[in-house]
Antibody, heavy 120, light 107 residues
Framework: QEQLVQSGAEVKKPGASVKLSCKAS????????LHWVRQAPGQGLEWMGV????????TYAQKFQGRVTMTRDTSTSTVYMELTSLRSDDTAVYYC?????????????WGQGTLVIVSS | EIVLTQSPDSQSVTPKEKVTITCRAS??????LHWYQQRPDQSPNLLIK???QSFSGVPSRFSGSGSGTDFTLTINGLEAEDAATYYC?????????FGQGTKLEIK
């Protein structure tokens, strides 16, 4: 079935970087965009950005510009999200979610989420 | 940037009750509005796409309506398994955005 499987939980110190992965299976990897959305403990959903696996183009939320980089590896159908200069308020569950090529549509499915804890 | 505002923030409801959640957009988004359900400690799941189209496998008690700036998610005949937080999401333009969520508690 079509699914997104994310990497495991991470614990990082303030100022460090984290690189998360999201592996797609069950569909044509380059036919869908992949978004990253995060959720701080007890909070709502926050959109971070999107990558087009077909050409690698990206768009990031202004809030994360300069700190986030999204990449993809078409040979393994995997997208990556690296966040640098981590702060305690980056503690959150990070989700990847799929969208039809062309954009303007819904997000489905979602990965299971990766918990990132930033603590000294 | 488009801001989505949901109401209420939370609601305590009894089984079989009808529930209405609203989502207001800060500008006209046509029907580029989608609804998700997130149960505790789970990923969000799509319920309704393009304001009123039910997603595959979603129970018929869930329905959506609206266009432009005002949207509604309705649950007819609430069941215990519907205890969750519900989010609206706009895909009219980047950056995508979500409502703040509406938490439903079952009495």
């Amino acid at each position: 079935q079509e699914q997104l499987v994310q990497s495991g939980a991470e614990v990082k110190k303030p100022g460090a970087s984290v690189k998360l992965s999201c592996k797609a299976s069950g569909y044509t990897f380059t036919s869908y965009y992949l978004h990253w959305v995060r959720q701080a403990p007890g909070q709502g959903l926050e959109w971070m950005g999107v990558i087009n696996p077909s050409g690698g183009s990206t768009t990031y939320a202004q809030k994360f510009q300069g700190r986030v980089t999204m990449t993809r590896d078409t040979s393994t159908s995997t997208v990556y999200m690296e966040l640098t200069s981590l702060r305690s308020d980056d503690t959150a569950v990070y989700y990847c979610a799929r969208e039809l090529q062309g954009g303007g549509t819904w997000l489905d499915p979602w990965g299971q989420g990766t918990l990132v804890i930033v603590s000294s | 940037e488009i801001v989505l505002t949901q109401s209420p923030d939370s609601q305590s409801v009894t089984p079989k009750e009808k529930v209405t959640i609203t989502c207001r957009a800060s500008q006209n988004i046509g029907i580029s509005l989608h609804w998700y359900q997130q149960r505790p400690d789970q990923s969000p799941n799509l319920l309704i796409k393009f304001a009123s189209q039910s997603f595959s496998g979603v129970p018929s008690r869930f329905s959506g309506s609206g266009s432009g700036t005002d949207f509604t998610l309705t649950i007819n005949g609430l069941e215990a398994e519907d205890a969750a937080t519900y989010y609206c999401h706009q895909s009219s333009s980047l950056p995508y955005s979500f409502g703040q969520g509406t938490k439903l508690e079952i009495k």
